[in-house]
């Protein structure tokens, strides 16, 4: 079983616009979230991190929103570029021993940034 | 960018057949991990190390192995290789100095079809 999931295999959004990617979780044990960027034929790159004690991390064009009680987390990219099309993973890990740095991923959603 | 490089970057194979994928790394971080990366599934980990000789398994283990004989160079073998092994494989690391376990970085991949 998934224990994350990306239900939106794809968005498309103009240039300029906000971007915004979901991500559902089912584990209530995960309070480590990671969001990654991916291109073609590259591995994926980190972009952005939020902890459970956090309910929002900003780092410049890119913010994470955590709602814990839905087990869900959102990733807004703003304004959006060309240069964002990619394919865009969440992953959780725990915070015990046993499961951290087990990260688990979401499918991915592909965001294609349009003129 | 992590120093973080994986060989072969594409192979092709048949069934029945050895593989042996490598990932080196210049950062001298303490863990390692082997993903695979599948349509549907996103990554997903096959097996990891927290040093030297230590390894663990991970969520997709069977049918691999794998071995870390110094910091630097985790080894991924498929023993006798299939098609559902059919593939593209990544290598991440993480934990540098400070010995967490946060943000993983990850190798540009390696591209393996099994026929």
């Known amino acids: 079983d998934q224990q994350v999931k990306q239900n939106s295999p794809s968005l498309s959004v103009q240039e300029g616009r906000i971007s915004i990617l979901n991500c559902d979780y089912t584990n209530s044990m995960f309070d480590y979230f990671l969001w990654y960027k991916k291109y073609p034929a590259e591995g994926p790159t980190f972009l952005i991190s939020?902890?459970?004690?956090?309910d929002k991390n900003e780092d410049g064009r890119f913010t994470v929103f955590l709602n814990k009680s839905a087990k869900h987390l959102s990733l807004h990219i703003v304004p959006s570029q060309p240069g964002d099309s990619a394919v865009y993973f969440c992953?959780?890990?725990?915070?015990?021993?046993?499961?951290?740095?087990?990260?688990?991923f979401g499918a991915g959603t592909q965001v294609v940034v349009t003129p | 960018d992590a120093g973080i490089t994986q060989s072969p970057r594409h192979k092709v194979t048949e069934t029945g057949t050895p593989v042996t994928l490598r990932c080196h790394q210049t950062e001298n971080h303490r863990y390692m991990y082997w993903y695979r990366q599948d349509p549907g599934h996103g990554l997903r980990l096959i097996h990891y190390s927290y040093g030297v000789k230590d390894t663990d398994k991970g969520e997709v283990s069977d049918g691999y192995s794998v071995s870390r004989s110094k910091t630097e160079d985790f080894l991924l073998t498929l023993e006798s290789a299939t098609s559902s092994q059919t593939s593209v494989y990544f290598c991440?690391?993480?934990?540098?100095?400070?010995?967490?376990?946060?943000?993983?970085?990850f190798g540009p991949g390696t591209r393996l079809l099994v026929l």
């Open positions: 991440a690391i993480s934990g540098g100095t400070s010995g967490t376990q946060e943000t993983q970085y």
């Open positions: 992953a959780a890990s725990g915070m015990t021993t046993d499961s951290w740095g087990k990260f688990q």
């Open positions: 939020i902890s459970s004690i956090k």
